[in-house]
């Protein structure tokens, strides 16, 4: 008897484990790796509880108990079952999606100040920025207009005579 209920408890565990697995959508690796980690997990439950009832003896009546107990499970009590974890995940993925929604809520509410403050004072030097911006471009043309592009050749001419002397291959 002890055997049929472990088998069934296996059962309960391999439906959980599948539940687990589409709602978190695990690729192959992802599946090969939590197939592994499910049945070492099963087996050392398993043998546990085996030797907590059965003294550890594992005979042909074990295997059949065993197989048994997880055939009465899937056939029996897995719908059910599954149906109640599925609503297990989907009641944690809504309280998830509305810890996040209050979270964000209560985050713009207290940097709503902030930002508006940030705005208000960035206007003005928004303004000004694109006035100077203007301002600049049509100062250079009026320049570049009137000296001819002199004092282009000169400003490189400068940088030119400026630079880290090291680094210049001067022959003299």
């Known amino acids: ?39 070492l997990v099963t087996t050392v439950i398993v043998f546990t ?5 059965n003294w550890g003896e594992v005979r042909l009546y074990v295997m059949i108990g065993l197989g048994l107990g997880a055939l009465l499970y899937f056939n029996l009590f ?43 004072l960035s206007y003005p030097f928004y303004f000004v920025k694109m006035l100077l911006k203007k301002t600049k471009s049509k100062l250079s043309v009026f320049f570049r207009r009137f000296t001819g592009g002199k004092i282009e050749r000169v400003r490189r001419w400068i940088k030119s005579k400026l630079k880290w002397p090291a680094f210049r291959n001067r022959k003299e």
């Not at 209920?5 to 192959?28: E, N, T």
């Open 49 to 53: 509880a085996l030797l907590w009832g």
């Open 78 to 120: 897995s719908r059910p079952a599954s149906r109640v974890i599925r609503f297990k995940f989907f009641m944690l993925y809504k309280c998830w999606t509305l810890l996040k929604k209050a979270i964000s809520l209560l985050y713009m509410t207290v940097l709503f100040p902030f930002r508006l403050v940030i705005y208000v």
């Open 1 to 39: 008897m002890i055997t049929i209920g472990i088998g069934a408890a296996a059962g309960f565990c391999f439906d959980y484990y599948r539940i687990v697995r589409r709602a978190f959508r695990l690729k192959k690796i992802g599946t090969c790796i939590g197939d592994a980690l499910f049945w």
